[in-house]
């Protein structure tokens, strides 16, 4: 079953890590709007991809693959207070990569192929991009006014409310952001196609805000699957209800139906609302354990993986 799952940072890290349990032929396609910490400052500084939600879906698949100390490689980062301190590993080398071979794709097929991981990591974008936020609350005087505010950092943890997001290139006219090739041809060509967890107003919608891989989305006959946060992020989500979260999606994205939404079952207040609100995008709720007894915030990846199999028709403990 080849299986594409889109998203970025630990949202994405999380359903690598379940989905390498269903199956072992998965692409990652991840964001590129990232321009916070070590990623922004490579991508300031040197012009490239942002590498650090790249390097996590990375590290995702280098644990699954046994290759533990890469993955902890990866993801460790330098202390001090010199030039390298917060840099993490991973984002480097990456960055070495683009700058050596010029092309992004070529230089994460050959991470793949030099820490030995038989998944494929991808950009959703060839190009950095910006996300641009339309955001209520931040005006005392007319809490309903919307100002516009740029930059994934910006969007993630403003005080106000974030209602609609846009997303461009950076330091470019603005113009459609440019889909990558390679990504757009796996959505078309997979069997199943996940979107989520993550932040959602700056890793899960920035991939549906990309021309042609939403279309590419909307035409796959793959079947489609949303995963849920298991809580509302503070900032860009607060106060988010799960069935709030997939009308966003749906504004966002009006021609995208989906076949299931995954969510813990713990983190649904009212289940018929979630039930409706997946019913609009043409999809059954599943309802499950899946967030992680001992980790608070996090998905147990192998509860995960079960109701992934039971929203795909492959059986499985788990009901909905």
Known sequence: MRAVALGGGHGLHATLTALRRVTRKVTAVVTVADD??????????????????????????????????????????????????????????LAGLFEVLGDPVA?????????????????MSPEPLEIEAEVSGLDSEDPDALRRIRGQVAVASTPGQVHRISLHPVGRLPRPPKGCPEAIE?????????????????????????????????????????????????????GFSPERHLDVLFEHAPGLRVDAVIADRDSVPDPASLRRAARRLGGRAHLG???????????DPDALARCMREALGLGGEHRG
């Open 36 to 93: 916070g910490g070590s990623s922004g400052r490579l991508r300031r500084e040197l012009g490239l991809l942002p590498p650090g939600d790249l390097r996590q879906a990375f590290a995702a698949f280098a644990a699954e693959d046994g290759g533990t100390l890469w993955a902890e490689v990866f993801q460790h980062r330098f202390g001090g207070d010199g030039a390298l301190a917060g840099h993490a590993v991973g984002n480097l080398l």
């Open 107 to 123: 230089a994460l097929d050959e991470a793949c192929r030099l820490i030995g991981v038989s998944g494929r990591v991808l950009p």
């Open 186 to 238: 796996a959505v078309l060509g997979a069997d199943v196609v996940f979107l989520g967890p993550g932040s959602w107003f700056t890793s899960v919608l920035p991939h549906v805000l990309v021309p042609d891989l939403y279309d590419a989305l909307v035409r796959t006959t793959a079947t489609k699957v949303v995963v849920l946060n298991l809580v509302p992020q503070p900032g860009e989500t607060a």
């Open 289 to 299: 354990a899946v967030a992680d007894p001992v980790v608070e915030g996090r998905h």
